[in-house]
């Protein structure tokens, strides 16, 4: 599908780590991907593969039975469902209570104000993104 979207639009990003992820290390180090670039993103979920022998065995068994996902149609909304649905929330104007504003505020300077603040994340652009995510 095609549309416009409005530059408040929430993005959201989501990633492997290159090899096994390390939690001592950034994120742009684990996922390989320059910090400006990671800024662009209001959330990034970095996509992790534990090492667990249960549940090897289950993903093991439910791909070597031919277990497909088969999912039926009705499941799905319709091209003509999806464009109504946008269509609606194209209207919508939410609002952030003035509570929420100071909390976001709070959140933002305290952020800056850390020590080990990662400089390229904390930026005026994150308090952006968690003005669109508290309005969403």
């Known amino acids: 599908m095609v549309c416009k979207l409005n530059t408040r639009t929430s ?27 990671l800024s662009r993103f209001d ?18 068994s439910f791909i070597l039975e ?9 499941r799905f909304w319709s091209m003509e469902k999806m464009k109504a649905y946008f269509s609606v929330i194209k209207q919508l104007q939410p ?7 100071y909390i976001l505020t709070r959140y933002y300077q305290l952020q800056r104000q850390q020590d080990g603040h990662n400089a390229a994340r904390t ?9 669109r995510l508290a309005e969403g």
């Open 66 to 74: 031919d277990q497909g996902i088969t999912a039926e149609p009705s």
């Open 95 to 101: 609002r952030v209570s003035e509570e929420a504003k």
């Open 43 to 60: 959330l990034v979920l970095v996509l992790l593969d534990t090492r667990n022998a249960e549940w090897d065995c289950i993903i093991s």
């Open 11 to 37: 993005i959201l990003a989501a990633t492997n780590p290159k090899g096994q992820y390390d939690s001592r290390e950034p994120l742009s180090v684990n996922v390989a991907l320059a910090s400006p670039l």
């Open 123 to 131: 930026t005026i652009r994150m308090l952006e993104s968690l003005s």
